[in-house]
């Protein structure tokens, strides 16, 4: 691979972190002022609905790959119903 190319890999991670980090934060100030708080499974579909891998959210949120696809499956599970 050569160095443009792990260049660009790199400015893509960076560029998709970049855009959950404002995410959470636009999220965070609309529940503000609706007075209600974001929830871990809130955080996780945000999360995974810009892009991010479960082992990427599993980093930010502090838990294992495994446990972020569980939460992941229960949420759309409990969507259905």
């Given at each position: ?7 660009s ?20 100030q609309?529940?503000?002022?609706q ?47």
């Open positions: 691979m050569s160095k443009e190319s792990s260049k890999l790199d400015t893509s991670g960076i560029t998709r972190r970049l855009d959950a980090i404002i995410r959470l934060l636009m999220e965070e609309r529940s503000q002022e007075d209600k708080k974001i929830t871990q499974v809130e955080q996780v579909l945000m999360l995974h609905d810009i892009g991010l891998t479960d082992t990427e959210i599993g980093n930010i949120i502090g838990y294992a790959r495994k446990n972020v696809a569980a939460i992941r499956t229960n949420a759309k599970r409990m969507k259905k119903k």
